[in-house]
């Protein structure tokens, strides 16, 4: 197993306070960073191969460099710690367990995009790493680390999957409802409260110390010809050991189920595998020698996404599984586009009525059809995120379904609950319907 | 079973001049000060135990919006309750790796001890149950959010512990 970079800290008990952060080498980057000229710290994390670790995989220093040189006004550094993509869990252990690492990223961060102004989206059920990020950031204050030349606001999000969209996110800080927006204009150039505005992942601005103190060279030398550094799994499902795995970016999922996560729990057979959270096109057992990095997933017709991994083993009934996920767009639409709002609340009652034992012969290519129909055409990236999962877990599996429509009768396994509703609106959750 | 109010807030609508004081200070840390709505509308329930018509009007006020706006905003977030809600909230996660866990069992369990279905309130005021998305600690599936924390790896018995414990 390879060097603990970002995990080094989440076992060591007084990792999350300012003086246990200095022990690890803490802030010794940004001593070195308040020396550097901005465009040299846009260089060097250009140079490491940082990518984004949100879900895009945008690399990070192109970004920061789109923000226009000519503007007069402020700029904003806007992370993205809404983590919400079903599966992934990773953003939390960097919040609660060393959260100077995000400042200390931050602050860098700040001094590239010549930015005085930072603010962190914390989603809002993450109740306890809010209250020790903000702690962590009042001990910064304090120390004079924040202040003048950069502060941070900690904003608490309400509930909404949609607002982990970055343009999303933006209306929600600007206190509207988390409707993404239509790019261009990228945020780079008109982003929160009309300023150019450079959002990143947590685990992303954690990476940037490290790269500061060990050189760019080596950054890039630990992950693949086009994708830089190590990154955190999260492997969960039916894996003997789920938890936080740190890995280079060319670890393969063969060997993070089976040598990270100890092996296949229940049958102890694998079936398949989620490999970037649930929005990611699922990979069958035969697929797991991919490398784990943006480009190895693309290359195997899925993403890495937030890297967020549910491992199915032989037990799991696909037509099941594909019923939660579709409940899960279906509650999270934001409502504005046609083919999104409309076809995740059908293609949510299809795979309950197949799971039921109620489908009907062409459920399958109707949900195909209306899924392939809406790609491409929506303003924001979560209706494609949705039709990862309906495709792919069909045409993988298809005879699966075929048996149950056939077959009818209700699913062996066991049956799922109604969608949640809110006191006063019992029943009646579907979110936008 | 239909969601049962909660003990409803005495007195006026209105902030303490302390938390007047806070609203004003959020807002200072925005460029624009609708930036403070969302942490504004938390600090809201707390005080108030849900955002009613009433309170997103006042809300509105303390940020010379229209009402309309807050409300908008109120119905588009899963955790602002627009009715009255129990002492606790109790939410379990369905989503994926929860539901490979066993979470439909522990959202069955939960029913069946509490008399209630999700999105309802017990009888005397004491729990609301909801079932949620995931709420991304699938590490330690099945899981639940209960008010401010979350409880991990469920077995029917925690639960019923943890159920015991909500007064
Ligand atoms: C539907 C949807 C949900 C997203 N959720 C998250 C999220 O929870 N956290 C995150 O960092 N990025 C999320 N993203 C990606 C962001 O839009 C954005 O790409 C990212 O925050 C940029 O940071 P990075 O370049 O450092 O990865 C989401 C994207 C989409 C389309
Ligand atoms: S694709 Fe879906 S989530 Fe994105 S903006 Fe359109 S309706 Fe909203
Ligand atoms: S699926 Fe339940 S916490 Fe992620």
């Known amino acids: 197993m390879s060097e603990k970079i970002l995990s080094r800290n989440f076992d060591r008990a007084n990792a999350s306070t300012l003086a246990g952060y200095r022990e690890s080498g803490g802030y010794t980057a940004w001593d070195t960073a308040r020396t550097m000229e901005p465009a040299a710290l846009v260089d060097l994390v250009k140079k490491s191969n940082l990518r984004g670790l949100g879900g895009a995989g945008f690399p990070t220093g192109m970004k920061w460099s789109f923000i226009p040189k000519d503007h007069a006004g402020p700029v904003y550094l806007v992370v993205n710690a809404d983590e919400g993509e079903p599966g992934t869990f990773k953003d939390r252990y960097i919040l609660e367990r060393d959260p100077h690492a995000l400042i200390e990223g931050m602050v860098i961060a700040a001094r590239a995009i010549r930015c005085k102004l930072g603010f962190v989206y914390i989603r809002g059920e993450y109740v306890q790493p809010w209250r020790i990020f903000s702690g962590a950031v009042r001990e910064a204050r304090e120390a004079g680390l924040l202040g003048e030349h950069f502060d941070i606001v900690v904003h608490r999000g309400a509930g909404a999957y949609i607002c982990g969209e970055e343009t999303g996110l933006i209306s929600s800080l600007e206190g509207k409802k988390g409707w993404p927006k239509v790019k261009p204009p990228f945020p780079a150039i008109k982003g929160a409260f009309g300023m150019p505005t450079i959002v990143n992942n947590v685990e992303t601005l954690a990476c940037v110390p490290h790269i500061v103190n060990r050189g760019a060279e080596w950054f890039a030398a630990l992950g693949s010809k086009t994708q830089g550094g190590t990154r955190l799994y999260s492997v969960s499902g039916r894996v003997k050991r789920p938890a936080v795995y740190e890995a280079p970016v060319s670890v393969t999922l063969r060997q993070l189920i089976y040598d990270y996560a100890g092996g296949v729990s229940h049958t102890g057979k694998l079936k398949a595998v989620v490999p970037g959270g649930s929005s990611a096109p699922l990979l069958t057992a035969d697929q797991i020698d991919v490398t784990m990095d943006v480009d190895g997933c693309r290359n195997a017709g899925t993403m890495i996404g937030s890297a967020g991994i549910v491992v199915f083993d032989e037990s799991v009934s696909i037509p099941d599984a594909l019923m939660v996920v579709a409940r899960f767009y279906a509650h999270e639409s934001c409502g504005q586009c046609t083919p999104c709002r409309e076809s995740t609340g059908w293609i949510y009652k299809m795979c309950k009525r197949i799971v039921d034992g109620k489908g009907r012969k062409d459920d399958l290519d109707t949900i195909l059809d209306v899924a392939k129909r809406g790609a491409g055409t929506t303003i924001c990236a979560f209706y494609d995120g949705a039709i990862g999962p309906y495709i792919s877990y069909i045409e993988k599996f298809r005879a699966e379904f075929e048996e149950l429509i056939h077959r009818g009768g209700p699913e062996m396994a066991p049956q799922t609950p109604q969608r949640s509703a809110r006191p006063g609106e019992a029943g009646t959750h579907l979110g936008h319907a | ?167």
């Open chain 2, 1 to 167: 079973m239909t969601p049962h109010p909660a003990p409803p807030v005495s007195g006026p609508i209105a902030f303490s001049a302390e938390q007047i004081a806070e609203v004003r200070r959020l807002q200072s840390l925005y460029p624009d000060r609708r930036g403070a709505l969302l942490p504004v509308l938390h600090l809201a329930q707390e005080t108030f135990g849900y955002v009613s018509l009433d309170v997103e009007a006042y809300v509105a006020g303390l940020f010379e919006l229209s009402p309309a706006h807050v409300h908008e905003v109120v119905t588009f977030y899963t955790m602002y309750f627009q009715a009255p809600k129990g002492r606790h909230v109790v939410s379990v996660c369905h989503n994926l790796s929860c539901h490979l866990a066993g979470a439909p069992a522990i959202i069955e369990h939960v029913k069946q001890r509490l008399g209630i279905e999700p999105g309802e309130t017990t009888d005397d005021g004491r729990i609301t149950f909801v079932s949620v998305e995931c709420l991304c600690a699938c590490e330690a599936a099945p899981m639940m959010q209960v008010d401010d924390r979350y409880e991990m790896n469920l077995t029917p018995e925690k639960v019923d512990r943890i159920l015991e414990e909500l007064r």
